[in-house]
């Protein structure tokens, strides 16, 4: 267990300050399985984190808010990594990377720890001010680190990547400066949203 953990930790330190080191080792050798379980794995984590949460907020939890911690949002966890492995595909593809679905997978794979932690930050936000700051810097977060595999685990070349980024971030500065952001925050935590809008 102490060895685990002491892995994990190794983990979140290459991914956060050394990218580059981190994602140029991931290659593909044919074994999808363990991405697709890190993902269910992460989605459960997440989902039951945000039950609990909701349990010592005192809400009401019903056999339905069970269900779609323990089985609709791993699933949905798993759902994510592809959609957003196929979005990879089209980023390589544009920046002249690696045309590979299973080194894309396994780069996303990678950080998919994020995902319960994204899912409680969100949980987290109480009003207007919480979910505009928080989704921003998670949106943030999530640009840096899709650039950063697009760069060293796609290998991409560089001024195409950072051409790609600077889109997305565009995009989403469109998102949040237009009426658009309600929907955006809605999907992330509906309640604080609902004060922005009253």
């Not at 809400?59 to 798993?78: D, E, K, R, W, Y």
């Not at 237009?178 to 004060?195: E, H, P, Q, V």
Request: hydrophobic content about 60%.
């Amino acid at each position: 267990m102490k060895q685990k953990l002491k892995k994990f930790l190794t983990h979140l330190r290459d991914i956060i300050i050394k990218p580059k080191r981190y994602f140029t080792k991931i290659v593909a050798d044919g074994n999808m399985d363990e991405s697709m379980l890190k993902a269910f794995i992460y989605g459960l984590m997440g989902g039951i984190l945000v039950l609990c949460l909701r349990l010592i907020g005192g809400a009401t939890v019903t056999l339905g808010a069970v269900f779609t911690a323990v089985v609709i949002v791993p699933v949905l966890a798993v759902a994510l990594l592809f959609v957003m492995g196929g979005l990879m595909m089209l980023v390589s593809e544009i920046t002249g990377g690696e045309r590979d679905w299973e080194i894309a997978i396994k780069g996303l794979s990678s950080i998919f720890f994020m995902y319960p932690v994204i899912l409680v930050l969100n949980a987290l936000a109480f009003n207007c001010t919480s979910i505009w700051i928080i989704s921003l810097l998670i949106d943030l977060y999530v640009l840096f680190l899709f650039y950063n595999i697009a760069l060293y685990c796609m290998h991409g070349k560089k001024a195409n990547v950072i051409f790609v980024i600077a889109v997305l971030a565009m995009f989403l500065a469109t998102v949040y400066a237009t009426d658009y952001r309600i929907g955006w925050f809605m999907l992330k935590n509906a309640s604080a949203t609902l004060a922005c809008v009253m």
